[in-house]
């Protein structure tokens, strides 16, 4: 009894000194980081042994905290230590060991505390990322899933997991080789209590209750591996078992987009991950978004169920109104929109009677707009190139990638950026040419009575009906408008060669040029010098003055 009373004694104090941070200032004077490992391989040696489930959790516990230290890693990076801390996390386990296990008193609370401090290490540590990948964690983990259902509370052998698919990508090859996505899958149906009807269509509850707050965790870690899983093979062409793999799972995914969670929060974050994952699966397997059969209270589009597109909708939107982290959590869900949107015409169309609805008032320049158009526009120009390009790809495509109906929605302005990536400032490809532009319909674009009349007074560059000016010119005999065209060709020719501006032109192709070699001994050119050095000779005759 002494000897347990005095091991929880030592661990307390230590574990209470370590959160308090006074073990630095109590031992400022010695080697502060041989004294943690000297105490993390004093604990190891511990719970090595048959210990009782009150020592074990301090043990573990004190663990814990110093693996947030990557200066006592030391002895936790070994082989034996990481060997003991994944039994006593019951990873490698089979059913009977771990139904053993799970009958010891307060078991679940130690196995939690153990994969904590495997989920430190391992994020702390590129050795034991290499020691863990070595010992084929991933695959006992695996075979553990396929072989019998895991009890609930496996949020951190699930955060574990991740950690080890997205630090090792030797892990990712071999959780895919594994057959890791349909264990994964079926840990999600199994989570959320999905249920099939026919072919990908998800039995609906009619009175569906909330997921709890633990569960959505547990939801997203897998999301999270997936994508890991998903993302690293995204560019290769599916074969045709594959793409049956990814189809069933966007079908489950399609379940999480359109779920009710306990906390907005929590939905939002769940929705997010599920966004990224449908983000990385083949393009072609995203079709059973749009397969399911629609009701009365569906959103639909002839005769399409857009209930899933309507729910991404309003998730772009909510992100669009936060304005956090744009490049991070509005990328994935506008690239989503945008592939989709290239390749089913239901989708495109009703995206655009949502985000570019026909024009009516055009007194309001499109970036001021409060609507979805004018937040999406305000993004074509913002700083991170790529939350510009995304958004202006987005509109684009909901244009039928027409380069008039884009100035129409957006103003030449704010189009110009993607117009002159893709060399279509000339306007002469009045429609795409892209891989997908086929596709796309001939209809023409519905016009509504008030953009009709005031079509003719619209200023394309600003995209709005500007305010009648009046004439600088007005009064002034041709030879003044001839001078002072030509005093302004000299002042941009001076600063072009001052290298201050860098005049510049659209070439026959359609992209940009300078302007200013051409030119280069031009009669214009030569006037203006002849000129500069007369007022050089007239400054010069002024300063003995």
């Known amino acids: ?15 209470i000194l370590l959160h308090l941070d006074l073990l630095s200032v109590l031992l400022s004077n010695f080697s502060l980081f041989i004294l943690l490992q000297h105490l993390a391989a004093a604990l190891l040696s511990f719970i090595s042994n048959q210990l009782q489930p009150a020592v074990l959790q301090v043990c573990l516990h004190t663990l814990r905290i110093l693996s947030r230290d990557r200066r006592a890693l030391g002895p936790l990076v070994s082989d034996k230590a990481l060997f003991i801390l994944a039994q006593l996390g019951g990873i490698g386990l089979d059913s009977q060991m771990e139904a053993e296990a799970a009958s010891v008193p307060d078991g679940e609370v130690s196995r939690k505390e153990a994969i904590k401090v495997l989920c430190n290490v391992v994020y702390n540590s590129p050795r034991a990322q290499e020691r863990a990948s070595a010992l084929r964690w991933l695959e006992a983990d695996n075979n553990q899933k396929k072989t019998h259902e895991p009890p609930s509370g496996q ?30 899958t079926r840990a999600l149906e199994r989570l959320l209590a999905v249920r099939f009807t026919d072919g990908y269509e998800v039995l609906a ?43 069933h799972l966007a079908a489950v995914l399609r379940h999480c987009l ?8 929590v939905r939002e974050e769940l929705q997010g991950h599920t966004v990224n994952l449908l983000s990385a699966l083949p393009l072609t397997c995203l079709d059973v978004l749009l397969s399911v059969r629609p009701d009365q209270t569906s959103h639909q589009w002839g005769g399409v169920n857009m ?46 009677q949502k985000i570019l609805p026909p024009l009516r008032d055009v007194g309001v320049r499109p970036e001021q707009d409060n609507s979805l158009r004018g937040q999406l526009v305000r993004l074509m120009t913002h700083v991170d190139t790529d939350v510009k390009h995304c958004a202006a790809e987005l509109l684009f495509v909901l244009c039928k990638e027409n380069v008039s109906r ?23 490809r009045a429609s795409g040419d892209g891989l997908y532009a086929a596709r796309y319909s001939s209809d023409s674009d519905s016009d509504t009575e008030e953009y009709r009349e005031a079509r003719a007074r619209i200023n394309l560059v600003t995209g709005r009906v500007e305010a009648e000016q009046p004439d600088p010119m007005e009064g002034m005999t041709e030879e003044e408008k001839e001078q002072e065209a030509r ?31 051409p030119m280069r001994g031009s009669p214009l050119e030569e006037e203006e010098e002849e000129e500069e050095e007369e007022d050089w000779e007239l400054e010069g005759r002024k300063d003995p003055q």
């Open 1 to 15: 009894m002494s000897i347990w009373f005095s091991s929880v004694l030592f661990c307390s104090l230590a574990s």
């Open 258 to 265: 359109l779920l009710s969670c306990e906390g907005d929060d």
């Open 487 to 517: 005093y302004l060709i000299s002042m941009i020719n001076r600063l072009s060669r001052e290298q201050i501006i860098q005049p510049m032109g659209v070439t026959a192709e359609g992209r940009l040029a300078p302007l200013w070699a």
């Open 205 to 247: 509850d009619a009175l569906p209750s909330p997921v709890s707050k633990e569960t959505s965790q547990e939801v997203i870690e897998i999301l999270k591996t997936l994508f890991n899983v998903a993302h690293a093979f995204h560019r290769e062409e599916p074969d045709e078992e594959e793409a049956a793999l990814y189809r």
């Open 155 to 184: 949020f951190y052998r699930l955060r574990l997991l991740f950690l080890l698919t997205a630090l090792r990508p030797e892990l990712r090859m071999q959780l895919n080789q594994d057959r890791g996505v349909p264990v994964l």
């Open 307 to 352: 209930d899933c597109v309507h729910s991404l909708l309003l998730f772009m939107d909510r992100r669009l109104t936060r304005g956090q982290k744009l490049k991070e959590k509005l990328i994935p869900v506008l690239n989503l929109l945008t592939e989709s949107s290239r390749v089913h015409r239901e989708t495109r169309h009703f995206l655009r």
């Open 406 to 428: 884009f100035v129409k929605y957006t103003g030449y302005g704010n189009a110009a950026g993607l117009l002159a990536a893709r060399g279509l400032l000339n306007g002469r």
